[in-house]
């Protein structure tokens, strides 16, 4: 046995676990959630940014507001606008000098200065909210009052000043001072429908804006911050402080001298009358319309800027309102009404069909409704010369004689119908020439028998009556409705040597960038041998001279024919002369009857006469 003592080994040390180092999966899951929430984040400022509805504004060129379409008169002079919002975008070249530093001075005299937010305005609007309790004041800069009107609504909340903010600096960025100023003087609303200072200069002053007065100038200035409480038109007082409050800020800002400021608001201003030449021109503005969108879309006719040169002349327009107003008021007081009637006019160029004046009621500003163009009437006798006209082409003689004595006609119901000339008496054996120059009844209605419906309609549809006429037999009265409008350039056939040309309202387009539109140009018909037409005319001169249209006398060289519907209802003269061609329709919307004795000459031809007198008067 060993001596040597037995060595116990000691028991072995339990290392305690080592940390684990920060591994590259955790590192690797911290980082996923911080960039997903990062790109939550930024989707959601994204989604609210797109939410926005922003225009995509990197220039001026790319400013693509709603602008009125503007309406020429044949002479070139602008007689009324088309539009949703009243707009004429202008160039800063097309403005006056003074006109920019107006606006500046009285709404943002540090603009030039700030990148788009004026700190110190914002402050001092908080302050004064603060201590009125109310979000009255905004300090928005001009920038700011871009971005508002482009990109924004209305509501007055930190959250929209807050987006409005970040916008205005993000526009400030993009765009040059001149660029965002030109945007905002065409932007901006400045009370009674106006959009812009070009539309305001003519709305306020009937004039464009490079025209503009430094008083105007001023006034126009001071509409921004409230355009109905400074409107000079409603608040004449309250318009004239602020002008002098705009011209001390621009002495201030030593855009112009003390001397000057006092003159302009001493100078005397002229306020256009609102909505006179509405009044006058609106009817005709509204076909104008109507024949655009159909052709271009409504997106050109409200975005493109489009000059629209017509064949309207101004004078004519005004005369034949006038003239139709005068004659209403006459029926009116003749039968000592409640009720004035309503009416309307159209006159064309005999040798073109081109529209030289169109109303379509009593006053625009009351009723809108287009009574040349869309009220289908009964024309009553007016229709006869193209029953007539029909059978002369047939070879049937002016001289040829019919019997017009009592008739009794079968209907296919059994019923009968036995039609009377309008004063209830018969004549016997009647001329054709005579029987139109009278306007017996009994006589037309036998010519459509022997002539026939087809033919007839036929030369209506060439003569450009569109309207769908009844192949009955009270086709010869009138009885099936047609519009005023085409019916007065059915007549140009017999004025002018038996050619048709569709009544024409436009001449000529041209968009915001000086482009040509193209614009078709109606065709020229011969509906009419020559040699027939002449007889038409020679027999509807006698109308005047001798028969029914006597009330129309005293116009050279004039023939036409008078047309009276069931009861007095419609009351219609149409006639022309080598230059004008001109159509009058009254009566009531309601259908109602005119009054006893009201007929096609006794209200209608005095109209007529009274238009073509003064239409002659150069």
Known sequence: MSTKATRKKKPARKRAPRKKPLGHTSINLFFICISGLATLCIGIALAWFLALDIPDIRSADDYRPLVATAVLDRNGTVIDAIYKQYRIVISKRQMPPLLSGAFVAAEDSRYFEHGGLDIWSILRAAVNNLRSGKRSQGGSTITQQVTRALMLSREKTYCRKLTEAILAYRLDRLLSKDEILTIYLNEIYLGEGAYGVEAAARTYFSKKAKDLTLAEIAILA??????????????????????????????????????????????????????????????????????????????????????????????????????????????????????????????????????????????????SYNRAVVAKRQPGSVFKPLIYAAAFEQGLSPGLQLVDAPLVIKNHNGTSWQPQNYNHKFYGPTSLREALIQSRNIITIKLLKKTGLRPVIKLARKAGIST???????????????????????????????????????????????????????????????????????????????????????????????????????????????????????????????????????????????????????
């Open 468 to 618: 769908e006429l009844k192949p009955e037999l009270p086709l010869a009265l009138g009885a099936s409705p047609v519009t005023l409008l085409e019916m007065t350039g059915a007549y140009t056939v017999f004025a002018n040597q038996g050619l048709y040309h569709q009544p024409r309202a436009i001449t000529r387009v041209r968009d915001r960038q000086g482009r040509v539109r193209p614009w078709p140009n109606p065709q020229t018909k011969q509906v009419l041998p020559p040699k027939i037409a002449k007889t038409m005319t020679t027999i509807l001169t006698e109308v005047i001279r001798q028969g029914t249209g006597k009330q129309a006398r005293g116009i050279p060289g004039a023939a036409g024919k008078t047309g009276t519907s069931d009861d007095n209802r419609d009351a219609w003269f149409i006639g022309y002369t080598k230059e004008l061609t001109a159509g009058v329709w009254l009566g009531h919307d309601r259908n109602r009857s005119l009054g006893r004795g009201e007929t096609g000459g006794r209200a209608a031809a005095p109209v007529w006469k009274l238009f073509m007198q003064q239409a002659e008067i150069k």
């Open 222 to 367: 001071g509409l921004p911050q409230s355009p109905s409480r400074y409107s000079p038109v409603q608040h004449w007082e309250a318009a004239k402080a602020r002008q002098r409050y705009v011209l001390n800020r621009m002495a201030e800002e030593k855009m112009i001298s003390t001397a000057s400021a006092r003159k302009a608001y001493a100078r005397k201003l002229h306020l256009n009358s609102s909505g006179k030449q509405k009044a006058i021109s609106g009817y005709f503005t509204d076909y104008v319309r109507v024949q655009l969108a159909k052709h271009y879309g409504e997106q050109a006719l409200y975005r493109e800027g489009l000059t629209v040169w017509t064949t309207l002349d101004s004078r004519l327009q005004k005369t034949a309102t006038n003239a139709l107003r005068q004659g209403l008021h006459n029926v009116q007081k003749r039968e000592n009404s409640k009720y004035l009637p309503q009416g309307a006019l159209v006159a064309l160029d005999t040798a073109t069909g081109n529209i030289r004046a169109l109303v379509g009621g009593a006053d625009y500003r009351k009723s």
